[in-house]
């Protein structure tokens, strides 16, 4: 996680969602681009049932862009050159 800081833009936020053993950051760092790190606890498995109980409630959908396995390099150059205008699914059938 420390190798993305330097990816950070001014105000930028570190975002540690997940339980890592360490995690090193330089001060200078930090300090220098008004940056910062900050925990979140994730919620526990209800948490996540409640969540996906609202959606469907609520109708909340996600938006994706599928594509068959077969055409996984398309997907993946899609999605790292930016063209991809919402999340790319790989779907396991044609």
Not at 39 to 65: H, P, Q
Request: no cysteine; aromatic share 6%; glycine share 12%.
């Amino acid at each position: 996680m420390a190798a993305v800081v330097g990816g950070l833009g001014t105000d930028g936020k570190l975002m540690v969602i997940g339980a890592a053993p360490t995690l090193t950051v330089s001060p200078g760092q930090l300090i220098g681009g008004h940056l910062s790190v900050e925990g979140w606890y994730s919620g526990t498995s209800i948490d996540s049932e409640d969540t996906l109980a609202f959606s469907v409630l609520a109708g909340v959908r996600s938006m994706n862009e599928i594509f068959p396995l077969e055409r996984v390099a398309e997907a993946y150059e899609r999605m790292m050159s930016g063209q991809a205008r919402f999340r790319v699914v790989l779907t396991m059938s044609s």
